[in-house]
């Protein structure tokens, strides 16, 4: 069982930063596959980002590569997803996700179904 608690959501200007965080209970955490998904208003979850267990292999939606970065703290048992040069269509709900993976097997998990667990969210303003 994971129980995953995200933060450092806000209001932010376009073109401005913010840096997600996301603490995850138990002992295992350097065993999951991580991941940050968004919704915004009457729209789908979408993928973000997602990390290897190990945290040397990312991959990223084409909506974020090239601003976002994702890293992680197994030793914290934290996610973090900076976010820069935000833009209006950024602003959403994230939700971390972990899905129990072990050793990367060269498999990036992308959909929201691929995932265990999830957290409350955090909610993303970025003013235009």
């Known amino acids: 069982q994971v129980q995953l608690v995200e933060s450092g959501g806000g209001l932010v200007q376009a073109g401005g930063s913010l840096s997600l965080s996301c603490a995850a209970s138990g002992r295992t955490f350097s065993k999951y596959a991580m991941g940050w998904f968004r919704q915004a208003p009457g729209r789908e979850r979408e993928f973000v980002a997602t990390i290897s267990s190990d945290g040397r292999n990312t991959y990223y939606a084409d909506s974020a590569r090239d601003r976002f970065t994702l890293s992680r703290d197994n030793a914290k048992n934290a996610l973090y997803l900076q976010m820069n040069s935000l833009k209006p269509e950024d602003a959403a709900d994230y939700y971390c996700?972990?899905?129990?993976?072990?050793?990367?097997?060269?498999?990036?998990?992308?959909?929201?179904?691929?995932?265990?667990?999830w957290g409350q969210g955090t909610q993303v303003t970025v003013s235009s």
């Open positions: 996700a972990a899905k129990f993976s072990g050793r990367f097997s060269g498999v990036y998990y992308l959909a929201a179904n691929d995932y265990d667990y």
